[in-house]
């Protein structure tokens, strides 16, 4: 927005000096000027597209069809660019107002309108009980404390308690876990970042004789990715949810944030018309060139060195009025 504020002033600035039609007569009062001035200094240009942007207008407006356009594209991308920051922050301010946007375990830990809990007795309580990080210890000191008991009895207790809560309680469990849940419900969401990682294993009898076999299977269907090949199986080939939950996840995330893919083609229509605006004032600036090569009686190329030159001079803030075509003398009639 600050570039294109810097470059639509400049560009109706020099589409104003080029224009025949923003040179007025400075004294309406005198019917014949000798000089003609242009009221589009620097100060004035940037002021039109700064009142444009804040919807308070201007005292004075352009004239010329160029200048006309350029400020009306101008006026059109200043009131869809204010449309859309009104709407955005409407919509950031009526979230904000919902309640705590919950991201990390650390916001968790931070506030106390939202409760979380996770199964009683299980990998997740104790590791949340036996860790020497701040905000875990912190975690687990509110859940031990709380009242009603956030503690469930299984992953399925705690998956319902979510649902049923409408966002009032978050449940702590393994990450395959919540991934397989939440291809299984589409209200369900995954906040923050793994807090632990460990590997999953098989309980076998002491120096059991299958041990090394079951080994080196895992691990060859590790190499081979055929565990991962069975997780995609059973987490979203085989539950119909699993796509439906995708198509809701991918509009929550194009929805999230307005970004420039957004309104780009506010910029495409205003580039668009900066381009035809300064066709014309070229246009505009080349008939004013003939006018001027015939009024003076000089060539086409000597008068738009003549314009262009006094064009290109911004120093320049007054331009003589060029005389009248000398009428050919009548010849007395003899009586």
Same mark, same amino acid.
């Given at each position: 927005?600050? &570039?294109? !504020?810097?470059?639509?002033?400049?560009?109706?600035?020099?589409?104003?000096?080029?224009?025949?039609?923003?040179?007025?007569?400075?004294?309406?009062?005198?019917?014949?000027?000798?000089?003609?001035?242009?009221?589009?200094?620097?100060?004035?240009?940037?002021?039109?597209?700064?009142?444009?942007?804040?919807?308070?207008?201007?005292?004075?407006?352009? #004239?010329?069809?160029?200048?006309?356009?350029?400020?009306?594209?101008?006026?059109?991308?200043?009131?869809?660019?204010? +449309?859309?920051?009104?709407?955005?922050?409407?919509?950031? @301010?009526?979230?904000?107002?919902?309640?705590?946007?919950? =991201?990390?375990?650390?916001?968790?830990?931070?506030?106390?309108?939202?409760?979380?809990?996770?199964?009683?007795?299980?990998?997740?309580?104790? !590791?949340?009980?036996?860790?020497?990080?701040?905000?875990?210890?912190?975690?687990?000191?509110?859940?031990?404390?709380?009242?009603?008991?956030?503690?469930?009895?299984?992953?399925?207790?705690?998956? #319902?308690?979510?649902?049923?809560?409408?966002?009032?309680?978050?449940?702590?469990?393994?990450?395959?876990?919540?991934?397989?849940?939440?291809?299984?419900?589409?209200?369900?969401?995954?906040?923050?970042?793994?807090?632990?990682? #460990?590997?999953?294993?098989?309980?076998?009898?002491?120096?059991?004789?299958?041990?090394?076999?079951?080994?080196?299977?895992?691990?060859? @269907?590790?190499?081979?990715?055929?565990?991962?090949?069975? #997780?995609?199986?059973?987490?979203?080939?085989?539950?119909?949810?699993?796509?439906?939950?995708?198509?809701?996840?991918?509009?929550?995330?194009?929805?999230?944030?307005?970004?420039?893919?957004?309104?780009?083609?506010?910029?495409?229509?205003?580039?668009?018309?900066?381009?035809?605006? @300064?066709?014309?004032?070229? @246009?505009?600036?080349?008939?004013?060139?003939?006018?001027?090569?015939?009024?003076?009686?000089? &060539?086409?190329?000597?008068?738009?060195?003549?314009?262009?030159?006094? +064009?290109?001079?911004?120093?320049?803030?007054?331009?003589?009025?060029?005389?009248?075509?000398?009428?050919?003398? =009548?010849?007395?009639?003899?009586?």
């Amino acid at each position: 927005m600050a &570039t294109g !504020f810097i470059i639509m002033s400049l560009i109706i600035y020099m589409a104003a000096r080029l224009n025949p039609d923003e040179w007025q007569n400075p004294h309406p009062c005198d019917p014949n000027p000798v000089e003609l001035e242009n009221v589009w200094n620097l100060k004035n240009c940037f002021w039109l597209t700064l009142g444009s942007i804040l919807g308070q207008g201007c005292d004075i407006l352009p #004239k010329g069809i160029s200048t006309r356009m350029v400020t009306g594209m101008w006026w059109f991308f200043s009131m869809i660019m204010s +449309a859309c920051y009104t709407a955005n922050l409407a919509a950031f @301010l009526t979230m904000e107002r919902m309640g705590p946007t919950i =991201k990390s375990a650390e916001d968790l830990a931070s506030q106390t309108k939202i409760k979380y809990g996770c199964v009683r007795g299980g990998a997740t309580s104790s !590791f949340f009980k036996d860790s020497n990080v701040t905000t875990y210890h912190k975690m687990w000191v509110s859940m031990e404390s709380a009242d009603p008991s956030v503690f469930e009895k299984s992953n399925d207790d705690g998956v #319902k308690r979510v649902l049923s809560s409408r966002g009032a309680y978050a449940f702590l469990m393994e990450s395959s876990t919540i991934e397989y849940e939440m291809a299984r419900h589409c209200e369900l969401v995954q906040v923050g970042h793994w807090l632990d990682t #460990k590997g999953y294993g098989i309980a076998m009898p002491t120096n059991a004789p299958y041990r090394t076999g079951l080994n080196q299977a895992i691990l060859e @269907l590790q190499e081979i990715g055929k565990l991962q090949e069975l #997780k995609q199986r059973w987490w979203e080939e085989k539950n119909r949810n699993s796509d439906d939950c995708k198509v809701v996840e991918e509009s929550g995330d194009e929805t999230a944030e307005l970004g420039l893919d957004h309104v780009g083609g506010v910029f495409l229509v205003l580039a668009c018309g900066i381009g035809v605006a @300064l066709v014309i004032a070229i @246009l505009e600036f080349l008939w004013n060139v003939r006018k001027v090569a015939i009024t003076q009686r000089t &060539t086409l190329m000597e008068a738009f060195i003549k314009e262009k030159n006094f +064009a290109l001079d911004f120093r320049a803030r007054q331009k003589a009025v060029c005389p009248p075509p000398l009428e050919p003398a =009548k010849k007395k009639s003899s009586n």
